[in-house]
């Protein structure tokens, strides 16, 4: 087992940067590609960005050039730097990991683990 606990949410303003940290304990060495998604009320989870085990990256459009996914191997955290916030950037923020090598999914249902959430919140 894995368990995850992000941490950093919080309420900012429009053009403000946050920084997201999700802590990894258990069995880490059973977690592969690592990644962050977001949730808005009343819709399903969707794909913010994602690191592999060897720190490749792939982003979903939406926040392209303004959002850095990292991993800290040595300390077991994954985090999430984001700049530019928008209004639309308002939502649940969550950490995934997933038990299988050598892929890099985008979609909820393929990652094992997952942490219970950070908001975060941009005021317009």
């Known amino acids: 087992q894995v368990q995850l606990v992000e941490s950093g949410g919080g309420r900012v303003q429009a053009g403000d940067s946050l920084r997201l940290s999700c802590a990894a304990s258990?069995?880490?060495?059973?977690?592969?590609?690592m990644a962050w998604f977001r949730q808005f009320p009343g819709k399903d989870r969707e794909f913010v960005a994602m690191i592999s085990r060897n720190d490749a990256t792939y982003y979903s459009d939406s926040i392209q050039g303004r959002f850095t996914i990292s991993r800290d191997k040595a300390k077991n955290t994954l985090y999430l730097q984001m700049n530019s916030l928008k209004f639309e950037d308002t939502a649940v923020y969550y950490c995934?990991?997933?038990?299988?090598?050598?892929?890099?999914?985008?979609?909820?249902?393929?990652?094992?683990?997952w942490g219970p959430g950070t908001q975060v919140t941009v005021a317009p």
């Open positions: 258990g069995r880490t060495q059973d977690a592969y590609t």
């Open positions: 995934a990991a997933d038990r299988i090598a050598g892929r890099m999914p985008t979609v909820p249902f393929e990652y094992t683990w």
